[in-house]
């Protein structure tokens, strides 16, 4: 076991509207630590001396959640590529190390406090479409609907996202076309996906502009960023199945008719 | 109609336009180039094609008009994604890492605009001629030789031409992406087919100043 002595740079802002600064500090943390864990030991600290603890974000502590995110060194999630903050490990540091800790920044995940910011952007871009209509009833039989196992594998690829917003935090447009890109491609590359393939992409890029992201200028900050290694392959599809639908889908067909 | 309108409404579809416009120009380019190197046969045959080309007399406006909307179209689209992509970015950071841009990609809208300052010079100094020391209307091969004896003038355009050449770099490549033009099969091709445009028009172009700065053109 060996300890570290680092020195943390953090972004302290006491709520949305508050100004916000960086503050200093001294923090002793061991190498087989999680980020999360030194941040609590530095918390602990805060609150014996009275002073309020830094707020983050944190679920599942595992790496499938997508709350933790925050930017550690001018890096989403931190150094270590495919590695979400809370699996990320002070080993990834050295004694003495300077690190500065930030929240991430895009108009549409404004700071709620500190390090957490309101991500619900994301959320409203999936109610505009990141879903399937079954019908109620019977359970279908199993594999009545056929997936090619390739496949299965390239929609698993795009589901992997966590929604943690690491592609907008490192993307210099604060673009959310990763995220937006996974959550349509997921569902384009399978049967169940297809009756609302054209709706769902039009819908979900209409949502994804509307919230204030930037566009896309193809830098791929998003893809060496993100946790889950999406690949901006799906970014490339969602741009063809969006400019496919807008060519064919019917006009005003509000009430939900797929055309083809 | 209106899906042309729901297109240009949207990022991607602004994205799209600025390929398709960014395409043509990148056509036109390759022409122009071509054209251009003639200059080392000799002035004889610049002046054939010019000939050849006034010879279309009015109907040279269409092509013109068309090239002049493509540039509006992609300068309008590029003017909108700068101005969103800054209102998203909200705050900037103290730090951030950028690994995986390029210099071309992150010069994509200064490096447009120094082209586009290029693009009214160059036709106000070889078409239209007013800052040209001594244009002679047809004289094609001679005007060219003669407009890039200032020194200034044809370091100007050599740093021009590297601009475009970081423009095409990125925009080529660009193209695919945002064309959904993205398969694991072919994806090595991408990088290869943008620097081997790249080199041939923006290498072709500089050429050109370039040889005059060591005075090679006559
Ligand atoms: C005249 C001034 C110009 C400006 C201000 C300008 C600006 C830009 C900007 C900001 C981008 C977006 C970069 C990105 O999102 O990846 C872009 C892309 C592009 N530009 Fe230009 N540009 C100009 C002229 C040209 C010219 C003359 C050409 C032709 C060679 C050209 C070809 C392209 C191409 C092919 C793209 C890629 C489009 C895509 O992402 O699919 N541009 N330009
Ligand atoms: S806390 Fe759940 S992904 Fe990090």
New binding site residues.
């Given amino acids: 076991m060996s300890t570290m002595r680092l020195t943390l740079k953090v972004w302290r802002q006491a709520s949305p509207e508050a100004k916000g600064e960086f503050r200093t500090y001294p923090v002793e943390a061991d190498e087989h630590m999680s980020f999360l864990e030194m941040l609590d030991v530095v918390n602990e600290g805060l609150i014996a001396a009275g002073e309020e603890p830094i707020a983050f974000d944190h679920d599942c502590r595992e790496g499938i959640c997508g709350s933790c995110g925050m930017m550690i060194n001018g890096k989403a999630h931190g150094p270590r590529a495919a590695t979400t903050a809370c699996q990320l490990h002070m080993r990834s540091f050295k004694d003495g190390d300077h690190i500065l800790i930030e929240p991430f920044r895009a108009s549409a995940f404004p700071v709620i406090r500190d390090l957490v910011v309101d991500r619900s952007s994301f959320d409203r871009i999936i109610q505009a479409g990141g879903y399937v209509s079954v019908g109620t009833g019977a359970a279908p039989d199993g594999n009545a609907i056929l997936v090619p196992k390739e496949m299965a594998e390239r929609a698993m690829d795009a589901a992997q996202c966590i929604g943690c917003g690491a592609c907008v935090a490192a993307c210099p447009n604060a673009s959310a076309m990763l995220f937006t890109a996974a959550k349509v491609s997921h569902l384009a590359m399978l049967p169940q996906g297809q009756p609302e393939r054209h709706r769902r992409v039009l819908g979900m890029v209409e949502q994804m502009d509307s919230e204030g992201f930037g566009g896309c200028?193809?830098f791929a900050e998003c893809e060496a960023a993100c946790p889950k290694q999406i690949s901006i392959e799906n970014i490339a599809r969602m741009n063809r199945d969006f400019l496919k639908a807008s060519l064919r889908e019917r006009e005003e067909t509000g009430a939900g008719a797929v055309s083809n | 109609m209106n899906a042309i309108i729901g297109l240009w409404r949207s990022t991607i579809g602004k994205?799209i336009a600025?390929?398709l416009t960014?395409?043509l120009?990148?056509g036109f380019?390759i022409s122009h180039m071509i054209s251009n190197v003639l200059v080392f046969v000799d002035g004889a045959s610049l002046d054939l094609y010019g000939a050849w080309l006034r010879g279309f007399g009015p109907l040279l406006w269409i092509p013109r008009l068309i090239l002049l909307g493509a540039?509006v179209i992609?300068?309008a689209a590029?003017y909108q994604l700068?101005a969103l992509a800054r209102a998203g970015r909200g705050g900037s950071y103290r730090d951030h890492d950028r690994p995986a841009s390029t210099y071309a990609?992150r010069t994509?809208?200064w490096g447009?605009?120094l082209?586009?300052v290029f693009?009214i010079f160059h036709i106000l100094h070889y078409t239209v001629g007013i800052i040209h020391p001594d244009f002679r209307v047809g004289e094609v091969g001679r005007n060219l030789v003669r407009g890039m004896e200032s020194k200034p003038v044809a370091l100007f355009y050599l740093v021009s031409m590297i601009a475009l050449g970081a423009?095409?770099l990125?925009?080529?490549w660009?193209?695919f992406q945002?064309l959904g033009i993205n398969h694991p099969t072919w994806n090595r091709w991408r990088r290869g087919i943008a620097i081997g445009l790249t080199v041939l028009v923006a290498g072709g172009f500089a050429s050109i100043p370039a040889a005059a700065l060591l005075g090679w053109l006559r």
């Fill in positions: 200028t193809n | 994205k600025m390929s960014g395409l120009l990148v380019l540039v992609h300068i590029a700068s990609s994509m809208r447009g605009v082209i586009l693009i423009h095409f990125h925009g080529i660009s193209v945002t």
